[in-house]
């Protein structure tokens, strides 16, 4: 069947039909990942938006739902070079057009993604329809594009009620294992034909509480808090301040989600009276965003966005620079940045983009991409170990 891109400025683009049998306006935007199609579709921070992969073939190896970040695709839209018709892998539930028609995405394959991709790097990110209609009138369709907004969407993806994750046992294979170890033989790996002793991570966070407001967190930062041994309750996007702080935990994360951070004006309020008290707070992509919104700063919404899994990320304070996974289109303006409440600590080596905030005299520090990747690569997980380092810390303080 055949199917039809219409942008806001008037670009059709002719392709065949994938996924659900809808027509759909939303957010055209592109993501630059050579994988990850799964974590991409199920990540609430594309809830809004509909999604053009520039990597030409997708699908190949399948839906893996072990690797889905969340329980369902959030996308309003889907767009490929080309659709994999026969996936690959042992691991494989399904194909990509099952899971796109599963979940109720629409999308369109088979137009040139490349040309569609330089249209929003040039003129920015704009709306689009996906139809299958033939005959639409152009004009009534531009109206209508025009007028769409993605709309307050955190309280779309945000989970319904709070609901804890406890903390896991990471086990590695025989061998040298990247920072501290331990060996305990209560643990074996069965999968060869004797049982063999293996190491075990230390839980580095053990009888760590944090709580975790989810204004569309990818379930990998509640794990990767797990995997160090925290304990880790989440919140829904409008928990009052009061109700976190009166669990008293030993640190509180904010988590990436979707849309103008603008428009959150409740909760920026309540992360402002998170801010005025002394408790650890780390902060992902969104979270980063409405932290600065409330103390002060300010943001603005980028010409096409970041969103992939190779950006490149200077550390200020340390002149490295990191590959990360990201995937925003809003960012904090530093020029409108008080240094006596908040100073840059990380900045974009492509553009030149606020990539993070260390806060004066504050337990915070915020960055805007995903340091708990998926997909994307694991340069930055140490931004969690940092997390748990300052949580300890300031619990010896409160102790001494």
Same mark, same amino acid.
């Given at each position: 069947m055949k199917a039809f891109l219409i942008l806001e400025d008037g670009t059709v683009f002719e392709g065949v039909h994938i996924g659900a049998d809808r027509e759909v306006i939303s957010e055209i935007v592109f993501n630059t990942s050579m994988a990850g199609y799964l974590e991409v %579709?199920?990540?609430?921070?594309?809830?809004?938006?509909?999604?053009?992969? &520039?990597?030409?073939?997708?699908?190949?190896?399948?839906?893996? *739902?072990? #690797? +889905?970040?969340?329980?369902?695709?959030?996308? #309003?839209?889907?767009?490929?070079?080309?659709?994999? *018709?026969?996936?690959?892998?042992? *691991?494989? #539930? +399904?194909?990509?057009?099952?899971? %796109?028609?599963?979940? /109720?995405?629409?999308?369109?394959a088979g137009i040139d993604t490349r040309a569609l991709t330089k249209i929003l790097r040039e003129k920015g990110t704009m709306n689009g329809m996906i139809t299958t209609r033939e005959h639409v009138g152009l004009e009534e369709v531009l109206l209508q594009l025009k007028a769409y907004t993605t709309g307050k969407v955190v309280e779309k993806v945000t989970c319904r009620e709070k609901h804890i994750v406890k903390p896991t046992v990471t086990l590695a294979e025989n061998g040298p294992l990247a920072g501290a170890a331990r060996f305990d033989s209560a643990f074996y790996e069965k999968g060869g034909r004797e049982h063999k002793p293996t190491l075990v991570k230390t839980l580095n966070g053990a009888g760590l509480k944090v709580a975790l407001l989810d204004f569309g967190a990818k379930d990998n930062i509640a794990r990767s808090l797990a995997e160090r041994g925290c304990e880790v309750t989440v919140y829904p996007a409008f928990t009052t301040a009061e109700e976190i702080i009166e669990t008293r935990p030993d640190g509180i994360m904010l988590s990436n989600g979707p849309g103008d951070p603008k428009e959150c004006t409740s909760i920026i309020r309540e992360i402002r009276k998170l801010y005025d008290t002394e408790i650890p707070i780390f902060a992902i992509c969104l979270g980063h965003q409405l932290m600065a919104l409330a103390t002060g700063a300010d943001t603005y919404k980028m010409k096409y966005g970041h969103r992939g899994g190779n950006h490149p990320v200077k550390d200020l304070e340390t002149g490295?620079?990191?590959?990360?996974?990201?995937?925003? /289109?809003?960012?904090?303006? &530093?020029? *409108? %940045? #008080?240094?006596?409440?908040?100073?840059?600590?990380?900045?974009?080596? @492509?553009?030149?983009? @606020?990539e993070g905030l260390a806060y004066t005299g504050k337990n915070i520090f915020t960055v805007q991409y995903h340091p708990e990747a998926c997909p994307g690569p694991q340069d930055s997980r140490y931004l969690f170990d940092r997390f748990i380092d300052r949580m300890k810390k300031e619990g010896s303080a409160s102790h001494a």
């Open positions: %579709l199920t990540d609430p921070s594309y809830a809004g938006q509909a999604v053009c992969m &520039t990597y030409p073939l997708i699908g190949n190896y399948g839906i893996c *739902r072990e #690797d +889905m970040e969340s329980v369902r695709a959030w996308p #309003d839209g889907f767009i490929a070079k080309e659709l994999s *018709r026969i996936p690959s892998n042992f *691991r494989c #539930d +399904m194909s990509i057009q099952e899971f %796109l028609e599963e979940n /109720g995405v629409p999308g369109i490295k620079v990191y590959i990360t996974s990201q995937n925003h /289109g809003y960012v904090v303006n &530093t020029d *409108r %940045l #008080d240094p006596k409440v908040a100073v840059p600590a990380f900045v974009n080596v @492509n553009d030149g983009t @606020n």
